[in-house]
């Protein structure tokens, strides 16, 4: 059983559309990120987020920490079909384990 | 910054064969992690090393599994008796203390290991 509920699993827009990924949890996390898979590769870190209710942007991409620190949103805006991929996002719930979501795929066509 | 480097990128073993996997961290880093992913999954932790030390290992690594980190460098992962169930990409990490309380890992380009 995954710790962080990413929904939705799969999600497939046209380009120029904007789109939003959600994390959820029962548990409180000391921070929280943001990473994107593609096949075959490694997660790339993406964003680290701390404070409860932070916001943070990184060019079309808005990640949101909430208030009680247990869930997350990626929102991207006009996506391109360059942010095709595995968006996972991981929770840090002690000193030293992440613990992941089971991420969600996201396809843009052109 | 050269990156977390895994070797071999691929392997494939019959059941029953031992495979042994290498993890080469980003030198600045005093954490490795390996963490393992199956098809549709997020990435599981499986152990970590602070410096040289082993300091926790998750239920999933079985006593098959083994990891070495020999002098706080580099870091092997020992598979032995493999069993089909052990077919996933198995990751390795490494990270370091940013600000504000927060870590920056690094992961490497992960191996995929195919029992047969």
């Known amino acids: 059983t995954q710790l962080l509920e990413q929904s939705p699993q799969f999600l497939s827009i046209q380009e120029g559309e904007n789109l939003t990924v959600y994390c959820n949890s029962s548990?409180?996390?000391?921070?929280l990120q943001w990473y994107r898979q593609e096949p075959g590769e490694g997660p790339v870190l993406l964003v680290t987020v701390v404070t409860g209710g932070e916001v943070k942007k990184l060019k079309r991409l808005t990640f949101q920490f909430g208030d009680a620190r247990k869930d997350s949103s990626l929102h991207i805006t006009a996506a391109q079909p360059g942010d095709t991929g595995l968006y996972l996002c991981a929770g840090q719930t002690n000193d030293y384990k992440l613990s992941f979501g089971a991420g969600t795929t996201v396809t843009v066509r052109a | 910054d050269t990156g977390v480097s895994q070797n071999p990128r691929h392997k494939i073993t019959k059941r029953g064969q031992n495979v042994t996997f290498r993890c080469d961290p980003i030198?600045?880093?005093?954490?490795l992690y390996w963490y393992r992913q199956t098809l549709g999954q997020g990435p599981e932790f499986l152990t970590y090393?602070?410096?040289?030390?082993?300091?926790?290992k998750s239920r999933l690594l079985s006593d098959r599994f083994s990891a070495e980190r020999p002098k706080g460098s580099f870091s092997t992962l020992e598979i032995q008796r493999t069993e089909q169930g052990d077919s996933a990409m198995y990751l390795c990490a490494s990270s370091r203390l940013l600000s504000r309380g927060r870590r920056g890992y690094t992961f490497g380009s992960g191996t995929r290991l195919t029992v047969v």
């Open positions: 548990s409180v996390f000391s921070s």
């Open positions: 090393f602070q410096n040289e030390a082993q300091l926790e």
């Open positions: 030198s600045e880093h005093n954490r």
